[in-house]
């Protein structure tokens, strides 16, 4: 497959995923650096006891450390930076790995820009508010109802996705999704895509004038 000459290259996603984790979190970067060569250091000290090979073997543990450090890290700056943003529970679910199928179009959104996304996987379907709770329990209500009436006998399951009581937050998404019981096979997720995606979108035309960026020339 021919590679895309747009796409930037490995070293430049790795100096903009750098920028991103300085802006997020500008402690991660010496955390980092100064976790990596303490590792080096104590290699260096067994080196000096039980052979240069501990020299070589310190080079690789202090690399090891420093990427895992940065993984860490940066994933929790980039989840403070979109914490809050409209989507961002939406980017989250996209990056999930495995055999779940992400409606990117909203399954349903009010006039307050609360929004509800859909996911199937293995543990059926699963809706994703965001917004405060008061205002998406209804929402989340209605299209469970929805989504019942097409895929019957498969577990639906409603999470809040957010920082207020009961809600989940959004660095644990993820996390929350994973550890849902695994109820469905392989076949029968693709199937059950299939026919969620037949159902049309719930989604009110706000009240007021058209902003002027979406009225028709």
Same mark, same amino acid.
């Given at each position: 497959?021919?590679?895309?000459?747009? /796409?930037?290259? +490995?070293?430049? $996603?790795?100096?903009?995923? #750098? $920028?991103?984790?300085?802006?997020?979190? *500008?402690? /991660?970067?010496?955390?980092?650096?100064?976790?990596?060569?303490?590792?080096?250091?104590?290699?260096?000290?067994?080196?000096? %006891? %039980?052979?240069?090979?501990?020299?070589?073997?310190?080079? %690789?543990?202090?690399?090891?450390?420093?990427?895992?450090? %940065?993984? !860490? !890290? @940066?994933? &929790?700056?980039?989840?403070?930076?979109?914490?809050?943003?409209?989507?961002?529970?939406?980017?989250?679910?996209?990056?999930?790995?495995?055999?779940?199928?992400?409606?990117?179009?909203?399954?349903?959104?009010?006039?307050?820009?609360?929004?509800?996304? +859909?996911?199937?996987?293995?543990?059926? #379907?699963?809706?994703?508010?965001?917004?405060?709770?008061? +205002?998406?329990?209804?929402?989340?209500?209605?299209?469970?109802? &929805?989504?019942?009436?097409?895929?019957?006998?498969?577990? #639906?399951?409603?999470?809040?996705?957010?920082?207020?009581?009961? $809600?989940?937050?959004? /660095?644990?998404?993820?996390?929350?999704?994973?550890?849902?019981? !695994?109820?469905?096979?392989?076949?029968?997720?693709?199937? #059950?895509?299939? &026919?969620? +995606? /037949?159902?049309? *979108?719930?989604?009110?035309?706000?009240?007021?004038?058209?902003? &002027? @960026?979406?009225?028709?020339?």
């Amino acid at each position: 497959m021919a590679k895309d000459p747009a /796409a930037p290259g +490995r070293l430049k $996603q790795i100096r903009m995923l #750098v $920028q991103i984790t300085k802006q997020g979190d *500008p402690k /991660a970067m010496p955390i980092v650096y100064a976790s990596a060569l303490g590792t080096l250091v104590v290699f260096v000290v067994l080196g000096l %006891f %039980f052979g240069w090979t501990w020299y070589v073997t310190g080079v %690789f543990a202090a690399l090891l450390v420093g990427m895992f450090l %940065f993984g !860490r !890290r @940066s994933q &929790r700056a980039q989840y403070s930076m979109m914490d809050g943003q409209p989507g961002a529970s939406l980017a989250v679910m996209k990056n999930m790995r495995g055999n779940w199928y992400v409606d990117e179009k909203p399954a349903a959104i009010n006039r307050d820009q609360d929004v509800v996304f +859909r996911v199937v996987g293995y543990p059926g #379907v699963v809706l994703v508010s965001e917004g405060p709770g008061n +205002r998406v329990q209804r929402m989340l209500v209605a299209e469970k109802k &929805r989504v019942q009436r097409v895929a019957i006998d498969i577990p #639906v399951y409603d999470i809040q996705c957010g920082n207020g009581e009961g $809600q989940v937050p959004l /660095a644990k998404l993820q996390r929350h999704l994973m550890k849902l019981p !695994r109820n469905l096979k392989k076949p029968v997720v693709s199937e #059950v895509n299939n &026919r969620i +995606r /037949a159902l049309t *979108p719930a989604m009110p035309i706000p009240k007021g004038p058209m902003p &002027r @960026s979406q009225r028709p020339r």
